[in-house]
C-alpha cells in the first residue's frame, strides 16, 4: 500500500477533501497546483484541520507545483477539472511513469441554467484521454462519484462506493484500498478502463439528482459478495 | 395510477419478469411481442407461475401483438432489445399518442469475449431516440438498472433504485409509483430526459461489475431525504 499520494490539481473542488480524508488516514500528501503558493496555501489550510481533529496524529501534508508533487509521490491522483487535464499530464509525464495513476476527472461543464452537461471525450473517457497521454503510467479511474462537500466536511459521512476501472489490476486494487481508506466507502471493481466512461457519466447523473432534492448523493452497489 | 400496463418487446429478457411483479402487484398487463402466438404463450407462462403463488389474486395477463398491446394499454414500457427499438415505435406510434412510454432500453452490445459494450445512439440515449420517434407521446427512462434475472424469480429480493429521467413531471411521476409497485424498488427523480443516456450507461457498467463478481447487481442512491 503506498504511503504517499500526490493530489495534482489538489486545490480544486475535490482535492482538498480527498487530501483531508486520506490523511487523517495516515497518508503523507502532496498537493500540486499549477501555482506552488496555492498549493503551500492549501496544505496548510489542511494542516490546520487536522490539528483540531481530536486524536489525529500529525499530518504531513504539503503543498508544491504539479510536477513537484508528481515526482515526490509513489501514486498520483489527478483532481483537476477535465479542461486543465490535458495541460497538467502533459507537463507531470516524465514524473508519473511507471506510477499508478487515478483518474477522478468527470468530463462536463455545468452551468445554471442547464446543470451538469457531459463533454464528448474523443477517447471516450476522460481516463482514457489520461492513458493515452501517460502511456507509460498505470491508469485507473474512480472516486468520481464522491460527494467533493461531504469529503471535506469530517462530521459528514461518507456512504458511497467507489467504482474502480482499468486495465491493470494490480493499480485497480491499490485504488480500491485507497478508497477504503475513506471510512464509509468500499471500492468495486468496475472492470476494464473502457467502462470509466459510466463511472464519469454516472456522476452527471448523480449531480442531476443533486439539484432534483438538494442533497449530496453517492452511490451504493447492491448484491455484492 | 394507470391500471393496464403494456410491455411492448414483452417476450424477450426483461419483459417477463417485469409482467410477473407487476401483474402480482395487480396490474393488469398486455404483452405485445411481433408475433402474437409468441406474446401469448409468455402470457400463459406468466399466468402459470402466478397461480402457484401463494395469496396472489387471478393475475390478468394477455398477449398480443405489439401493437394490439400499444392500443390495449394506458400506458407502454418498451423492453426491446434496442436493435429492435426503431422498427417497433414505427408500427406502434398512432397507439402510443397522449400515453406514457417508458423507454427501458440500453442500447448495447454483448460478446463472450469483450463483455458489455454500450451503442453510440445520434441522439444521446435510446429514451431520446424513442422520444423522436413518438414526438405525440409523453417520453421517460427507467428501469435499466433491474436485474432481468432477479425479476423473474420472485424469491429473489429486488434491491435497487429506478432513476427516472423525462421531461414531463407527472410521465415521471407515474413511472416512478410504477416502479414503487416493485417490492425493494424506489423510485428516483433523475433529472431530465438529456440524462437517460446515463442511466442507461450505468447499467452497462453494473453488467462489467456483474461479469467481475458473478453476481445480479443493483444500485441504491444515498443521501436522499
Given at each position: 500500500m503506498p504511503e504517499t499520494i500526490a493530489l495534482l490539481g489538489g486545490t480544486g473542488r475535490s482535492g482538498p477533501?480527498?487530501?483531508?480524508?486520506?490523511a487523517l488516514?495516515?497518508?503523507r500528501i502532496h498537493i500540486g497546483s499549477r501555482d506552488p503558493e496555492k498549493g503551500r496555501a492549501a496544505a496548510a489550510e489542511i494542516r490546520d484541520t487536522l490539528a483540531g481533529v481530536a486524536g489525529a496524529q500529525p499530518a504531513e501534508v504539503t503543498g508544491h507545483d504539479n510536477r513537484e508533487?508528481?515526482?515526490l509521490a509513489d501514486i498520483a491522483m489527478i483532481t483537476v477539472p477535465y479542461e486543465g487535464m490535458g495541460g497538467l499530464l502533459r507537463g507531470v509525464e516524465p514524473a508519473l511513469r511507471d506510477k499508478v495513476v487515478i483518474s477522478t476527472v468527470?468530463?462536463?461543464l455545468w452551468s445554471r441554467e442547464l446543470g451538469p452537461t457531459a463533454l464528448d471525450v474523443p477517447e471516450g473517457s476522460?481516463?482514457?484521454q489520461a492513458a493515452e497521454l501517460l502511456p507509460a503510467s498505470r491508469v485507473v479511474a474512480g472516486f468520481h462519484s464522491l460527494s467533493s462537500a461531504t469529503l471535506k466536511r469530517l462530521d459528514h459521512p461518507i456512504d458511497s462506493h467507489v467504482i474502480v476501472t482499468g486495465d491493470d489490476d494490480h493499480a485497480k486494487q491499490i485504488a480500491m484500498e485507497i478508497a477504503e481508506l475513506l471510512p464509509g466507502v468500499r471500492g468495486v471493481n468496475?472492470?476494464?478502463l473502457r467502462y470509466a466512461r459510466h463511472s464519469e457519466g454516472l456522476t452527471v447523473l448523480l449531480l442531476s439528482i443533486n439539484s432534483v432534492y438538494k442533497r449530496h448523493t453517492g452511490v451504493i452497489i447492491t448484491d455484492l459478495p
Open positions: 477533501g480527498l487530501a483531508l480524508r486520506l488516514a495516515g497518508r508533487a508528481a515526482e468527470v468530463p462536463m476522460a481516463a482514457e468496475g472492470g476494464a
